[in-house]
């Protein structure tokens, strides 16, 4: 059984709820991992179709593109048709649905947003994103910073790389402390500069010294 908390939409024509259910039970499990064990509540609303998910986003989306996040809403398409209506594997499907989770909890929980390369990147850390993936181009972090640059410059290769960093270096818990901080201490919509000044306050060592760290480790 799922939690009360979670309102799951799907065709059962098409779709076994117990199947549906495994895989939203892993997806929570690995959130709890950060998030502790309470949910918020949400609805998942499986889509069957390239149209239906174009429809539920509002535009016409790329092959890539298989779900779509929008307030305590996540639309994403059915591990059915996944392979036939994008270019993913089916196996993208938990990691996929566990990010979408991630970033519902961390609505909920953390209500950080900026920098966005973080709120990718904790989706990503849960999700184990960071996994077989090679890094083409490191951008400055103050460009990957709010949606207006990420729309330009969405490099999620970078965010999942350098927050697995963060985690691995500093811990679980530590990270937590540091993103309920962050909106409580300088606002959701912060801006970067002050952003890595409360950063380098809040870890006591400069960001970009972590950044020439990371960056070595990604070079090797
Ligand atoms: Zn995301």
Redesign the pocket.
């Known amino acids: 059984m799922l939690p009360k908390e979670i309102k799951l939409k799907f065709n059962p024509k098409i779709d076994s709820y117990s199947k549906l259910e495994l895989y939203i039970s892993q997806a929570l499990d690995n959130n709890f991992r950060l998030f502790g064990k309470r949910v918020p509540t949400f609805t998942i609303d499986l889509l069957y179709s390239r149209a239906e998910l174009d429809k539920a986003v509002g535009l016409e989306t790329s092959e890539w593109v298989v779900g779509h996040?929008h307030k305590n809403r996540i639309y994403l398409l059915s591990p059915s048709v996944f392979e036939k209506a994008s270019s993913h594997m089916v196996s993208d499907f938990l990691p996929v649905l566990t990010?979408?989770i991630a970033?519902i909890f961390t609505n909920e929980f953390l209500q950080i947003l900026h920098p966005i390369w973080l709120y990718?990147g904790i989706?990503g850390y849960i999700a184990e994103q960071y996994h077989n993936r090679k890094i083409n181009m490191i951008d400055n972090f103050s460009f990957l910073h709010d949606s207006k640059q990420w729309a330009k410059n969405s490099n999620y290769t970078q965010s999942y790389l350098f927050t697995n960093f963060l985690f691995k270096h500093f811990g679980l818990k530590k990270i937590y402390d540091f993103c309920k901080s962050v909106p409580q201490k300088i606002g959701k919509y912060n801006q970067a500069e002050a952003f890595f000044s409360y950063f380098d306050q809040f870890f006591e060592v400069k960001f970009i010294e972590l950044v020439k760290k990371w960056e070595i480790t990604v070079k090797e």
Do not use: K
Request: charged share 35%.
């Open positions: 996040t990010h979408e970033h990718e989706a």
